[in-house]
């Protein structure tokens, strides 16, 4: 499968403080990229979206900034709370007629109060 | 319903018997999605449907695992004689339209979490 190890990377931040968490995807053909968020026993909840054709996205609290030379996709969140503290995946849409999202093996949040 | 629905939530069963799966997408998502998700790790894909069509099965792992869908609503996979490395949660996801629409949202249920004994 797509998604590997069983020890997710962990970013571990104090409350308040900004996150940045990163992703490199696979596909250079990839067209859209999205950002959810995983709290433990539940699905995934979408959180923001970019398409290929920009390099910046801004939500309320999040950012999402796209690099496609390098393949690089980062996720900010300002001021980040307790409820941050999640899982989050990047996935991209590889194209074509498939339609189907490659999900990124996820990292850790871990909010410090 | 307001989300998407599956069940059983739990399942646990003895290594060689069969397991369906069932997901209620949101009514009216065309796009209905299954991934599988091993303790710990990121998300694997299954199968997309478009309608009652899959033309995407290639992240089912073997020919033990099966999907349908009928009336453009319920999906059910089926999992023949399972086995250990089955054990995992397995998500259901739709959308409104495909990726190719204007946003590729997908809403997931709460999964499925399969122990195989």
């Known amino acids: 499968g797509e998604s590997v190890g069983l020890h997710l990377p962990t970013l571990s931040v104090q409350e308040g403080d900004n996150s940045i968490i990163n992703c490199a995807y696979s596909?250079?053909?990839?067209?859209?990229f999205i950002w959810y968020k995983q709290e433990s026993g539940k699905g995934p909840q979408f959180i923001i979206d970019i398409r290929s054709n920009m390099d910046k996205r801004q939500g309320q609290r999040v950012t999402v900034l796209l690099n496609k030379t390098v393949k690089h996709l980062s996720l900010q969140i300002a001021a980040t709370q307790p409820g941050d503290s999640a899982v989050y995946f990047c996935?991209?849409?590889?194209?074509?007629?498939?339609?189907?999202?490659?999900f990124g093996t996820g990292t850790l949040l871990a909010v410090q109060p | 319903g307001a989300g998407v629905s599956q069940s059983p939530s739990n399942k646990v069963t003895e290594k060689g018997k069969d397991v369906e799966l069932r997901c209620d997408p949101i009514?009216?998502?065309?796009?209905l999605y299954w991934y599988r998700q091993r303790l710990g790790q990121g998300l694997e894909f299954l199968i997309y449907f478009q309608g009652n069509s899959a033309p995407d099965k290639s992240g089912l792992p073997s020919d033990r695992f099966s999907a349908e869908r009928t009336g453009e609503s319920v999906s059910t996979l089926t999992i023949q004689r399972t086995q250990q490395e089955d054990s995992a949660v397995y998500l259901c996801?739709?959308?409104?339209?495909?990726?190719?629409?204007?946003?590729?949202?997908?809403?997931f249920g709460e999964g499925s979490r399969l122990t195989v004994l």
């Open positions: 996801a739709s959308s409104l339209l495909g990726l190719a629409s204007y946003t590729g949202e997908l809403f």
């Open positions: 009514s009216g998502h065309t796009a």
């Open positions: 596909n250079s053909a990839s067209d859209y």
């Open positions: 996935a991209e849409n590889m194209g074509g007629a498939t339609n189907k999202l490659i």
